[in-house]
């Protein structure tokens, strides 16, 4: 607590601001470690400020205002604040400096959050887009829609099997090429073979 009481007015506030920012980010952390935000079972709000849009909440598709980088701002700029004061900068160079500091991290982390969402993909298979692709028959496929067999094709970059049926005169035998011509139901495509 000497500490403390030896510390000017400025000094205090910027250490508390560098300090309560400090902490939020180390819960946060903690959070995403055990599985409590991001990503996990629980529930958790997206942390977005309602700012208006066109403002200074976005540039480039990057959201500045985010919890994330504001507590980047706050911790990074609150230290060194507090560092360049304790080097005998004046509170207003102290200031400048320490706000300059946490914009420009506050930027890099809304930058790199923006960068990693573009990793995310919901990573299901959407059958109508099958439609036109050609494929294989996997399990013979009987004619006039009489039954129910399977082909195998690439997807959205995956190699997926999935039930056909076909309105062919004849049976598809495996090996056979065939188009994909329609979707009857979400586990099940119409195809024709091609010659």
């Known amino acids: 607590m000497s500490w403390w009481n030896s510390l000017e007015l400025f000094e205090q506030i910027v250490a508390g601001i ?10 946060q952390v903690l959070m995403l470690f055990f599985g409590i935000a ?3 079972d629980i ?11 066109g403002e200074l909440s976005d540039f480039g598709g990057i959201r500045f205002f985010s ?28 200031s400048v400096i320490g ?7 506050g930027f890099l982390v809304a930058y ?8 995310v993909s919901s990573g299901n298979i959407d059958y109508a887009n099958s439609i036109g692709l050609m494929g294989s028959v996997y399990i013979p496929i009987p004619a006039k829609r009489q039954g129910r067999g399977k082909i195998t094709l690439t997807l959205q970059e995956r190699f997926v099997e999935i039930d056909a049926i076909t309105d ?11 188009r994909v011509t329609g979707k009857l139901s979400d586990d099940t ?7």
């Not at 560098?18 to 819960?27: R, W």
């Not at 529930?43 to 849009?53: A, I, L, R, T």
């Not at 919890?67 to 207003?92: E, K, N």
């Open 112 to 119: 790199a959050l923006q960068q990693t969402s573009k990793l």
């Open 168 to 178: 062919s005169e004849k049976p598809l035998r495996t090996g056979t090429a065939v």
């Open 99 to 105: 706000i300059f500091v946490g914009a420009v991290t």
């Open 67 to 94: 919890l994330r980088a504001v507590l980047a701002f706050l911790t990074m700029g609150g230290w060194v604040a507090y560092y360049a004061s304790q080097q005998g900068a004046s509170p207003l160079l102290a």
């Open 43 to 53: 529930d958790v709000p997206d942390h977005e400020f309602d700012v208006p849009s």
């Open 38 to 40: 991001g990503g996990s």
């Open 189 to 195: 495509l119409i195809v024709s073979p091609e010659f």
């Open 18 to 27: 560098a300090m309560t920012g400090s902490v939020l980010v180390l819960l």
